[in-house]
């Protein structure tokens, strides 16, 4: 830290939500806070729970304060971190001023949105956030009891890989919003920081077998996504070696490819008349669009709100719904 404060490397950021890439660096931001109001007891939120190392630092007049340590490869502390987001309290009084010092490091990209809130405010957006985790959760487990029912009764196989696959798809999500690391293991921190990657990786196979049972792929298609597969779990194994940036790019590339190649079949075989298939477009193309404009809420293409940021599980939870009106 002695040496951040002197440094002359900080450059001003040119995105609301600055997006620090793939990196084995730690990064630092900086900014200053004043206290306006008399009634407010300030709090800062870091709303990006993949984050593997943050470490924050208050600088008053009066000296420095360590004000948080934690993130995915430390335990939680339940006593300052109170939600799977990163927040916890800003002591800078009525009239006083502070500068605040993040440092961040991770094996995954990393995004930084940054919001100085009051206590009354976080509270009513963890209660809006869990509302809506609620009900996607809710959503999910109904899909999953539903079809797990006809396939007790009618003993048909796609509705046993879709059952697994909308689990995979659920705890995917979740991983993501920081509720696996946050509720589920918050002591394991090796589980923490490779959850993601691998759950997104055993989807997507899922997603695979999904479609051939779904749409009756033919043969020929299927050596090509077989081998998208294997690379896959090659980066997870790579992501599990200690090879964190290759095995991220790597997945983060051949999930892009393995999605428009599953796009580009159900294309082929809705318009050769096949009407599973056309379920099985609309649906996906609801997917991938809630996965592109939360991919452009990161890139600061669009704004990073509510919306933009739960899109994903959003066009996830349309998509299981139309599978299963297809099935």
Same mark, same amino acid.
């Given at each position: 830290?002695?040496?951040?404060?002197?440094?002359?490397?900080?450059?001003?950021?040119?995105?609301?939500?600055?997006?620090?890439?793939?990196?084995?660096?730690?990064?630092?931001?900086?900014?200053?806070?004043?206290?306006?109001?008399?009634?407010?007891?300030?709090?800062?939120?870091?709303?990006?729970?993949?984050?593997?190392?943050?470490?924050?630092?208050?600088?008053?007049?009066?000296? =420095?304060?360590?004000?948080?340590?934690?993130?995915?490869?430390?335990?939680?502390?339940?006593?300052?971190?109170?939600?799977?987001?990163?927040?916890?309290?800003?002591?800078?009084?009525?009239?006083?001023?502070?500068?605040?010092?993040?440092?961040?490091?991770?094996?995954?990209?990393?995004?930084?949105?940054?919001?100085?809130?009051?206590?009354?405010?976080?509270?009513?957006?963890?209660?809006?956030?869990?509302?809506?985790?609620?009900?996607? $959760?809710? =959503?999910?487990?109904?899909? $999953?009891?539903?079809?797990?029912?006809?396939?007790?009764?009618?003993?048909?196989?796609?509705?046993? $890989?879709?059952?697994?696959?909308?689990?995979?798809?659920?705890?995917?999500?979740?991983?993501?919003?920081?509720?696996?690391?946050?509720?589920?293991?918050?002591?394991?921190?090796?589980?923490?920081?490779?959850?993601?990657?691998?759950?997104?990786?055993?989807?997507?196979?899922?997603?695979?077998?999904?479609?051939?049972?779904?749409?009756?792929?033919?043969?020929?298609?299927?050596?090509?996504?077989?081998?998208?597969?294997?690379?896959?779990?090659?980066?997870?194994?790579?992501?599990?070696?200690?090879?964190?940036?290759?095995?991220?790019?790597?997945?983060?590339?051949?999930?892009? =490819?393995?999605?428009?190649?599953?796009?580009?079949?159900?294309?082929?075989?809705?318009?050769?008349?096949?009407?599973?298939?056309?379920?099985?477009?609309?649906?996906?193309?609801?997917?991938?669009?809630?996965?592109?404009?939360?991919?452009?809420?990161?890139?600061?293409?669009?704004?990073?709100?509510?919306?933009?940021?739960?899109?994903?599980?959003?066009?996830?939870? =349309?998509?299981?719904?139309?599978?299963?009106?297809?099935?």
């Amino acid at each position: 830290l002695k040496e951040v404060q002197h440094s002359t490397a900080f450059v001003k950021s040119r995105s609301e939500v600055p997006n620090l890439g793939l990196s084995k660096s730690a990064h630092w931001a900086r900014f200053t806070v004043f206290n306006a109001d008399p009634a407010a007891e300030m709090m800062l939120l870091v709303g990006f729970p993949e984050i593997e190392e943050l470490d924050v630092y208050l600088e008053q007049p009066s000296g =420095i304060i360590p004000i948080f340590s934690g993130g995915q490869s430390r335990p939680t502390n339940f006593g300052i971190q109170r939600s799977p987001n990163f927040q916890f309290d800003l002591p800078v009084p009525f009239g006083g001023v502070g500068t605040v010092y993040l440092r961040m490091k991770g094996g995954k990209q990393l995004q930084l949105p940054v919001f100085v809130t009051t206590r009354a405010a976080t509270i009513k957006s963890d209660m809006d956030r869990n509302i809506f985790i609620g009900g996607y $959760i809710g =959503i999910m487990v109904v899909m $999953i009891l539903y079809n797990l029912f006809i396939y007790l009764s009618i003993r048909e196989k796609s509705y046993a $890989i879709y059952v697994v696959y909308i689990a995979f798809v659920m705890i995917t999500q979740l991983s993501f919003a920081g509720w696996v690391g946050y509720y589920i293991i918050p002591e394991w921190t090796w589980g923490k920081e490779h959850a993601s990657l691998a759950f997104t990786v055993f989807t997507a196979i899922l997603s695979i077998a999904f479609m051939r049972s779904f749409i009756q792929v033919r043969e020929r298609s299927r050596p090509i996504v077989n081998a998208i597969a294997g690379l896959m779990l090659v980066g997870v194994l790579l992501d599990m070696l200690g090879m964190r940036i290759l095995a991220y790019g790597m997945v983060q590339a051949l999930s892009f =490819i393995l999605a428009i190649y599953l796009l580009s079949l159900s294309v082929i075989y809705t318009r050769r008349r096949i009407r599973s298939a056309l379920f099985f477009l609309i649906s996906w193309s609801v997917f991938l669009t809630g996965i592109m404009i939360f991919v452009a809420k990161d890139w600061g293409l669009v704004p990073y709100n509510d919306l933009t940021k739960y899109m994903m599980s959003i066009g996830s939870s =349309i998509e299981v719904v139309l599978l299963s009106f297809g099935l």
